[in-house]
């Protein structure tokens, strides 16, 4: 669900007419809704009630400070895996305590700020990390609280760019060989062990390789508490996907997520981490574009819209489904058209969709791509020098530009020319 309507045939978020927001910042942008990020965040935040837990919003999927600091206000920590990440969820306010710092390959200098702005955890990924993490705890005179990330070689059963549970995969610690990495933390001074930390992949629509994933979670806890670890936060990762497409096979929702985990680890008596990025992003933004030509193929039409990869990589990248509607609703019992949507950038990769039927389009109109929250604007580019597309939030009424577009010479002036030119 998400507060992206139709009022009288115009597409409205929240309570303000998308046609509006277009007027005022030309296209294309993002357009985002407060109340799908809020109503998101505590979908996960409820299903999780009656076990001590925190939601730690994956902030990779859409990192704007406006964003952050309506999800730190309800109460969301933060999962950061950089540097970069790490300065916007302090600089959105959140305290150090209710940050996660997750990725493969922290810098010495990344750990250095955390432990120095203060940090909830780190999830360690390897032992050449955990040994960097540790020194540069002693060098400062702290103690590091860390989870070990597991790989626990379970198929999630998504897309192979965003599976990370199989041992193929370049995340985390074979589970295998678990014992014997925490027995290695456990004996160095500037480490805290508190917990196990786990991810298996991103758009997951079955809950069973979770389940897999967790249960094998459950059985490392019992083995480490004999060996006398005291595991007392288990970091279940994210990766709960949506529906995008509104047909039936929908994922299933955070409440049987939520119940699948008490099931599963409740007994332990641990906190529960989760970082979900996707489901609380996604459907909670779109982006909106304008039709530039309609084009007439061989075989086909071609809607090209100012839209492009490097707004919206998800397509050309992962093969990725956004459903895609008109701003003004057609009338009823229009004939729909097949369109081949494409943006213009010089690549037979900037496709949108192909053989997408959809009601018909004019040069001018606006069309929305739906579920565009998560990982739409933080993975654009300004490739064919296409300056990054603007961010709008939402709020009821009241819409905000959240990041502005710049200027084609603030792009350019951001070169600098060597002396001998
Ligand atoms: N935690 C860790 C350690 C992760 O690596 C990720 C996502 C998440 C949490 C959040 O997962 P989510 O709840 O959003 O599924 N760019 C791709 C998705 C990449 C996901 C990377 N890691 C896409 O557009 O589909």
Not at 79 to 88: F, I, K, Q
Request: glycine share 10%; hydrophobic share 40%; with cysteine.
């Amino acid at each position: 669900m998400d507060h992206f309507l139709y009022r009288d045939g115009a597409l409205f978020a929240e309570d303000v007419p998308v046609a509006e927001i277009a007027a005022e910042v030309g296209t294309p942008f993002y357009c985002y809704s407060t109340a799908t990020f809020e109503r998101h965040f505590r979908l996960f935040d409820e299903a999780l009630e009656g076990m001590d837990h925190l939601v730690c919003y994956a902030m990779k999927a859409a990192s704007n400070q406006a964003i952050l600091k309506t999800l730190a206000a309800v109460g969301a920590g933060m999962d950061v895996v950089s540097g970069g990440e790490y300065a916007r969820a302090k600089a959105a306010g959140v305290p150090g305590d209710r940050i996660v710092f997750s990725g493969v390959g922290k810098t010495r200098d990344e750990i250095e700020m955390a432990l120095s702005g203060g940090i909830r955890q780190f999830n360690v990924e390897s032992e050449p990390e955990m040994a960097v993490i540790n020194e540069v705890a002693l060098v400062l005179g702290v103690v590091a609280p860390i989870t070990v990330r597991v790989n626990p070689d379970v198929d999630a059963k998504t897309h192979a760019k965003i599976a990370t549970g199989k041992s193929e995969n370049k995340f985390g610690i074979p589970i295998s060989r678990a014992r014997e990495v925490y027995a290695h933390a456990a004996s160095l001074k500037g480490l805290k062990v508190i917990g196990i930390d786990v991810h298996i992949g991103s758009q997951l629509t079955q809950l069973e390789p979770f389940r897999l994933a967790y249960e094998k979670v459950a059985q490392l806890t019992e083995d480490l508490r004999s060996d006398g670890h005291e595991i007392s936060r288990l970091d279940l990762g994210g990766g709960l996907g949506i529906p995008y497409t509104r047909s039936n096979d929908a994922p299933p929702l955070p409440t049987e997520y939520g119940a699948m985990v008490r099931e599963t680890l409740g007994h332990l008596g641990c906190e529960i981490e989760i970082e979900p990025g996707r489901l609380i992003a996604g459907n909670a933004g779109i982006m909106v574009s304008k039709v530039i030509y309609v084009k007439e193929g061989e075989d086909r039409e071609f809607m090209i819209i100012d839209g492009a990869m490097n707004d919206l990589i998800r397509p050309a990248m992962y093969e990725a489904h956004h459903d895609i509607i008109p701003v003004v609703e057609a009338s009823p019992g229009v004939e729909k058209q097949r369109y081949d949507i494409v943006g213009p950038v010089c690549e037979s990769g900037d496709t949108f969709a192909k053989e997408r039927v959809m009601e018909p389009v004019q040069a001018g109109d606006l069309i929305a791509f739906r579920s565009a929250g998560a990982y739409g604007a933080v993975m654009s580019s300004e490739y064919n020098s296409r300056p990054l597309i603007p961010e709008v939030l939402v709020k009821g009424d009241q819409f905000a530009v959240i990041r502005r577009r710049p200027t084609l010479d603030e792009m350019i002036n951001r070169d600098t020319i060597p002396e001998w030119l």
